[in-house]
């Protein structure tokens, strides 16, 4: 039962701080197409990772960097808007962690069909030779 309540409220974690983003006034923030992907928050309910990705593809780590900082001083405004909204006892300290399994994800996929499409190059088969 525990794993469900805790599955629930990451979920609705998730959901808030999706919509909560979008009233942050940092321009490091605001300026910024974030996505968050995943919360994970502890058995206890005391903290939660917040796992963000930027789709920015010439975002450089600087940006990064910037776009990291401005969601560790926003963190106590999410916070509060986190607990009007949730109505929990206890209110998870949020760690904001970025996230690159979709980037990575695409290069993969990008990868494979690259192969595929080489080896179909490399493999030259006419269908004129497979009816004799």
């Known amino acids: 039962m525990g794993k469900?309540?805790?599955?629930?409220?990451?979920?609705?974690?998730?959901?808030?701080?999706?919509?909560?983003?979008?009233?942050?006034?940092?321009?490091?923030?605001?300026?910024?197409?974030?996505?968050v992907t995943t919360v994970e928050v502890t058995p206890d309910f005391k903290y939660a990772k917040v796992f963000y990705s930027t789709l920015s593809d010439d975002a450089s780590a600087e940006e990064k960097k910037e776009l990291a900082a401005g969601l560790?001083?926003?963190?106590?405004?999410?916070?509060?808007?986190?607990?009007?909204r949730l109505n929990l006892r206890i209110t998870p300290e949020l760690t904001f962690i970025l996230d690159d399994s979709l980037r990575r994800?695409?290069?993969i996929a990008a990868k494979i069909n690259n192969l595929e499409f080489h080896d179909n190059d490399d493999n030259p088969t006419s269908h004129e030779d497979d009816t004799q």
């Not at 560790?72 to 009007?84: C, D, E, P």
Request: proline share 2%; with cysteine.
């Open 4 to 35: 469900y309540r805790q599955h629930r409220v990451s979920d609705a974690a998730r959901q808030e701080i999706c919509d909560i983003l979008r009233d942050v006034k940092d321009p490091r923030v605001s300026g910024a197409f974030i996505t």
């Open 72 to 84: 560790r001083s926003a963190a106590g405004f999410i916070r509060s808007q986190l607990a009007q």
């Open 105 to 107: 994800g695409v290069d």
